[in-house]
C-alpha cells in the first residue's frame, strides 16, 4: 500500500499522483486516460482499456475426453471469448470432445480447424449477460426437474424421468455462464458496472446457483433410481410426495428471499426456508422408519431417493442463509 495526499490545484480541482511503479507496469504516462469507478466510499481506477476480446491459447497435447472438455470449460469460465486450441495434430478423438465441450456451453461455437489446432469463439456479447435471469432460469429447471423426478417415480412413468436427466445439461450450462460472469467480475471494475450488481451479490447469486446445480443433479439421481424401480407402495409413495412438498416449499422460499427486494421479507422468508429445513429432518426419519419393512434392495433404493430430497431441502436451507447474509445490514 502507498499514500498519497490530496491537493488542489486551480483553486477548485483535486488532484492525486499515481505510484510511478504501477504507472510503468500499466502503460500508464503523460496522456494516458484511466477510468475511475466509485463503489460506495471506495474509488478503483484502471487503465483505459479497449473493448477487445480475450484470447487464450491451451495446449491440448495428451488431453482426451473429459479431461479435454473439462479444460475447453475452464477457459471458457475463466473468460476468454476466442480459445485456441493447439497439439502437434489434433485426432479425430480430440476434435469430437472439442465438439462436445462446445454443445455444453452457452453461446460457443467452432470458428476454425485446422490439422493443428481448433479455434473456438464464445459468440454472445459479455456486457449483455444478466447473473440474475441466469440464476432465475436455473431457479425455474431445478425445480421443474425435482418435481419431475418425484411424479415420475410414483408414476413410474420412463419417459418423465429420461426427460429430467436430459435437462440437466441445461442447468449445467447456465451454472458455467453465472461462473463466467462471477469471475470477470473479480478482475473488472469494468464488468461490474456494465452487470449493474455489486460484486457481493454476484458472489450470493454465484454462491446460490451452485446449490440449484446440486438440485439438479439429486434430480437426475432420483430419476436414474426411479427407472429400475417398479410400483411403490401407496403408503411410502404418499410419504415420499410430501417429503418433495416440504422440501419443495423450503426452496420456493429460499429463492424468494434470495430476490427479495426488502430486507424485512428477504429476512422473514430466509428464516421460514430455515425452519422448514429442521421439520423435513424429522419427516425423513418417519419415512426411513417405513423403509425397514420393505425388501432391502427396494429399501436401499428409496433410501438413497429419500436423501435427495432431503439433501435438497439442505441446499434450499444453504440459499436462505446466503439470502439472510445479501439481506444484512453492511459495515
Not at 124 to 137: C, F, G, H, K, P
Not at 171 to 197: K, Y
Not at 220 to 226: A, G, L, M, Q
Request: charged share 30%; net charge negative; proline share 2%.
Amino acid at each position: 500500500m502507498e499514500t498519497r495526499k490530496v491537493q488542489v490545484t486551480g483553486g477548485s480541482t483535486f488532484t492525486v499522483s499515481l505510484p510511478k511503479t504501477w504507472a510503468t507496469d500499466n502503460d500508464v504516462s503523460s496522456g494516458t486516460t484511466v477510468e475511475f469507478y466509485p463503489e460506495g466510499d471506495e474509488l478503483l481506477l484502471t487503465p483505459e482499456r479497449e473493448n477487445r476480446r480475450q484470447e487464450g491459447t491451451l495446449d491440448v497435447s495428451g488431453l482426451e475426453d473429459e479431461e479435454l472438455m473439462r479444460a475447453v470449460m475452464t477457459m471458457y469460465v475463466s473468460g476468454f471469448d476466442v480459445i485456441s486450441l493447439e497439439a502437434g495434430r489434433i485426432t479425430t478423438d480430440q476434435r469430437s470432445a472439442i465438439r462436445d465441450a462446445t454443445q455444453r456451453l452457452v453461446g460457443v461455437e467452432v470458428l476454425e480447424e485446422t490439422a493443428d489446432s481448433v479455434v473456438i469463439q464464445d459468440l454472445l456479447d459479455s456486457s449483455e449477460l444478466s447473473i440474475v435471469n441466469a440464476v432465475t432460469r436455473m431457479r425455474l429447471i431445478a425445480q421443474s426437474m425435482l418435481e419431475d423426478a418425484v411424479t415420475a417415480l410414483i408414476e413410474n412413468d420412463d419417459a418423465i424421468a429420461e426427460d429430467v436427466i436430459e435437462r440437466d445439461d441445461d442447468v449445467d450450462r447456465l451454472w458455467l455462464v453465472v461462473s463466467r460472469i462471477f469471475r470477470a467480475t473479480l478482475r473488472s471494475p469494468r464488468a461490474v458496472e456494465e452487470l449493474g450488481v455489486s460484486r457481493e451479490d454476484c458472489f450470493d447469486y454465484h454462491s446460490s446457483a451452485r446449490q440449484l446445480e446440486r438440485i439438479a443433479d439429486h434430480a437426475v439421481k432420483i430419476s436414474d433410481i426411479s427407472l429400475k424401480l417398479k410400483d411403490l407402495p401407496t403408503d411410502v409413495a404418499d410419504a415420499i410426495h410430501g417429503l418433495h412438498a416440504e422440501a419443495a416449499t423450503v426452496f420456493e422460499g429460499s429463492m424468494d428471499a434470495l430476490f427479495a427486494e426488502e430486507a424485512t421479507d428477504a429476512t422473514r422468508l430466509g428464516h421460514e426456508a430455515l425452519a422448514g429445513v429442521v421439520d423435513i429432518d424429522e419427516h425423513t426419519r418417519r419415512i426411513d422408519d417405513m423403509l425397514r419393512d420393505l425388501e432391502p434392495a427396494q429399501a436401499q433404493s428409496l433410501g438413497l431417493i429419500v436423501d435427495s430430497l432431503s439433501r435438497s431441502a439442505d441446499y434450499g436451507g444453504n440459499i436462505a442463509e446466503t439470502a439472510l447474509q445479501k439481506a444484512a445490514p453492511r459495515p
